[in-house]
Antibody, heavy 122, light 108 residues
Framework: QVTLRESGPALVKPTQTLTLTCTFS??????????VSWIRQPPGKALEWLAL???????YYSTSLKTRLTISKDTSKNQVVLTMTNMDPVDTATYYC??????????????WGQGTLVTVSS | SSELTQDPAVSVALGQTVRITCQGD??????ASWYQQKPGQAPVLVIY???NRPSGIPDRFSGSSSGNTASLTITGAQAEDEADYYC???????????FGGGTKLTVL
């Protein structure tokens, strides 16, 4: 059974750095084709992809946010960590982690965490 | 291009068929996947690959693709299908991921 769970602060102040942890089970991030990704969703708005790390430790970032994001993994702990620097109120959103399977021409987020709401406010 | 375009809102009468579309250059190279999101819940994968449904997704959901357009079709829409639907694919470079802006489906 695949599960993912996000954890981190519910409230951060402007200019602070956000650190979120995704703890997963039921699969190995060392398996070819397996990835873990972060996606966010501001209240009432659309999903926005943020970052992805794959089985080979390759990392991919949203072009618009790449200067602020760092993704890393600890395979032994089954965890993926996302840091986002210089937080702003517009970064208030529900942050999801999700498993991403990738093949040659097909890829999908097949399992999602329940999400964690992060509010940026002083 | 790194964009996927969806109609913001679509409505369908109960029991009728509805098609939700997603357009983008990357869809000429990569399949789209589709997600259903109900209020207060995480998205759920409903269609992936050429036309595959995860276990537990009703067979009234189907997917197709032509050129730069991917489509999600619900044949015989039910009240419980009322939700936001998002498409997703890699971008044209294959090194990034992109979501469409979402389509709010109303079942009348």
């Amino acid at each position: 059974q695949v599960t993912l769970r996000e954890s981190g602060p519910a409230l951060v102040k402007p200019t602070q750095t956000l650190t979120l942890t995704c703890t997963f089970s039921g699969f190995s991030l060392s398996t070819s084709g397996m990835c873990v990704s972060w996606i966010r969703q501001p209240p009432g708005k659309a999903l926005e992809w943020l970052a992805l790390i794959d089985w080979d430790d390759d990392k991919y970032y949203s072009t618009s946010l790449k200067t602020r994001l760092t993704i890393s993994k600890d395979t032994s702990k089954n965890q993926v960590v996302l840091t986002m620097t210089n937080m702003d109120p517009v970064d208030t959103a529900t942050y999801y982690c999700a498993r991403y399977r990738t093949y040659s021409s097909s890829s999908e987020f097949d399992y999602w965490g329940q999400g964690t709401l992060v509010t940026v406010s002083s | 291009s790194s964009e996927l375009t969806q109609d913001p809102a679509v409505s369908v009468a109960l029991g009728q068929t509805v098609r939700i579309t997603c357009q983008g250059d990357s869809l000429r190279s990569y399949y789209a996947s589709w997600y259903q999101q109900k209020p207060g819940q995480a998205p759920v994968l409903v269609i992936y690959g050429k036309n595959n449904r995860p276990s537990g997704i009703p067979d009234r959901f189907s997917g197709s693709s032509s050129g730069n357009t991917a489509s999600l079709t619900i044949t015989g829409a039910q009240a419980e299908d009322e939700a936001d639907y998002y498409c997703n694919s890699r971008d044209s470079s294959g090194n990034s991921v992109v979501f469409g802006g979402g389509t709010k489906l109303t079942v009348l």
